[in-house]
């Protein structure tokens, strides 16, 4: 557990030959000190770790940013066939339940009549617990849709099985089930809306991620509408949920968009963009830019191409300072191919395109849910409504800088809204956010434009043509992208009992073992 604590200066007693005194008792206390932690600082604390660890170069870039084939390696293909380091799986499981804690905490906080009084100095009481259930929502969110059954924790649902969180008594939780988990994000959510007083805001300082009760309200209704859409058909009440956050108010435009910005230096930078100081293992996929340019899809030649990726041949010092170029020419873009055996890595690696400037910079925002993605949602609400999907490519494009010129030539050239189509631009829009990428795969099916295991691909060759290759997947009767992720090893050794009932219970520990939401 974390805390925010001033450590007193060392002690010190007068010692005479008449006597001498230890007064422990009487010992100054600094009056500017706490013994609880501020609320907002143990928040934005969580918050950073939390996007500081799902969006690194470790549980992102090697893992679902590849497999849904946004990135793909430049020399450890390993990773992109499905190898994945199990260390990964160990650490995303341990700094969730860490960050889980300290939200906890500030409910705990400001629950608990001997410190509640005190927490209503930083901010309404009801706010912070709000926004501290609906953060809890998505790290168990991001738990559930990696590993399935999980240990969980509970603000309002005392359920004998959810026992996560309470180290004073649970060393060795149960996993509950998933469909339990679900059904009380689902609730959790609703309930954090409905206790939010928008008039007011959510920290009377230090609040970087919402501001306002009102953001925070549309925050827990879209969230929930993104995961009543998952679970719908197979957790009872999930329609009633979408229906009921729509009309409870969800996110109305790019100002609602809620993301994490680092700061502009090189002390609290984003993380990704410190990982490629150091490291330059990751270009922008060829599977991704083959779809922007017009060749995979339905889709022509798409103008965030020149936002999301750097010209070919670009000095790495020139992303890192922000003086790479831009360029509006497809021909500058290739794409790393996707799945390469690493021998044929470094033949492909020189031609292979960085990321952007506008996400390899120091103050980048990590989104956690975008306007942009409500309207794609909306739009399968609405029976693949052809106003929603058309608002959430024009609200992408926008939150990316393109042309309003460009914008409406794009916009005027879509094919009309179908599952297909909507769900395509859904993964566009959902670009650097891989771990809903990923569930949304594995939930429709779409895109349909990634390379699977079995198929072939083209790379370049020296003469100037190209050659193709087999995309061979290094995990055994994985035919497509994995399901979910192993169980960890620390967790099969520490709690074995619960983890063998769990793998037991989901249909085996492996990784082609389907969500029960999973109907690709």
């Known amino acids: 557990m974390k805390k925010i604590v001033l450590i007193l200066s060392t002690l010190a007693a007068t010692f005479t030959f008449t006597g001498c005194s230890d007064k422990f008792d009487e010992i100054d206390i600094n009056p500017n000190s706490t013994e609880q932690a501020l609320t907002y600082g143990l928040f934005n604390s969580a918050n950073k770790e939390l996007m500081d660890n799902t969006r690194d170069q470790w549980q992102s870039a090697r893992i679902t940013l590849p497999w849904v084939q946004y990135s793909a390696q ?203 100081r150091t490291r330059s293992d990751f270009a922008i996929s060829k599977t991704f830019v083959d779809l922007l340019k017009g060749n995979k899809g339905n889709f022509g030649l798409d103008p965030r191409l020149f936002k999301f990726a750097t010209p070919k041949g670009t000095p790495k010092a020139q992303i890192l300072d922000g003086s790479a170029p831009e360029s509006n020419d497809p021909a500058d873009f290739n794409g790393m191919p996707y799945g390469i055996p690493s021998s044929l890595a470094p033949s492909q690696a020189s031609s292979a395109n960085f990321f952007s400037k506008n996400i390899l910079k120091s103050n980048y925002t990590e989104i956690l849910m975008e306007y942009s993605e409500v309207q794609f949602l909306l739009a399968e609400a609405n029976g693949w409504s052809q106003t929603n999907y058309v608002n959430g490519v024009r609200a992408s494009m926008e939150r990316w800088g393109v042309a309003t010129a460009d914008i409406n030539s794009y916009v005027a050239s879509l094919p009309a809204a179908s599952k297909e189509n909507v769900l395509t631009q859904k993964y566009i829009t959902l670009f650097m956010q891989p771990y809903e990428a990923w569930a949304e795969y594995r939930r429709t099916g779409y895109p349909n434009t990634l390379l699977l295991p079995g198929q072939t691909g083209t790379l370049n060759v020296a003469s100037g043509g190209v050659t193709t290759y087999t995309f061979n997947s290094l995990i055994a009767g994985l035919t497509d992208l994995p399901k979910r992720l192993f169980y960890p090893t620390s967790v099969q050794t520490l709690n074995t009992v619960n983890y063998q009932a769990a793998a037991a219970a989901i249909g085996g520990d492996k990784m082609d073992t389907k969500l029960i939401w999973d109907n690709n």
């Open 74 to 276: 430049r020399a450890y293909t390993e990773e992109d066939r499905y190898q994945y380091r199990l260390s990964t799986g160990v650490s995303l499981w341990s700094f969730s339940y860490r960050v889980a804690q300290d939200y906890k905490n500030i409910i705990d906080l400001n629950t608990d009549p001997a410190t509640k009084t005190k927490m209503a100095i930083y901010g309404p009481t009801e706010n912070q617990i709000a926004a501290s259930r609906v953060m809890l929502s998505y790290v168990f969110l991001t738990l559930a849709d990696s590993f399935g059954d999980i240990p969980y924790y509970s603000y309002a649902n005392k359920d004998a099985d959810f026992q996560a969180l309470n180290v004073n008594s649970q060393l060795q939780p149960k996993f509950a089930s998933q469909q339990k988990v679900y059904a009380d994000i689902l609730k959790e959510l609703k309930e954090a809306s409905e206790m939010v007083d928008e008039t007011k805001v959510v920290f009377n300082q230090g609040d970087v991620l919402f501001g306002s009760g009102e953001k925070l309200k549309r925050f827990a209704n879209s969230l929930r509408l993104r995961v009543a859409t998952r679970v719908k058909g197979v957790v009872p009440g999930a329609e009633a949920h979408i229906q009921n956050a729509i009309a409870s108010g969800v996110m109305q435009s790019n100002d609602d968009n809620v993301g994490l910005s680092y700061e502009n230096n090189l002390i609290n930078p984003a993380p990704l963009f410190n990982d490629f």
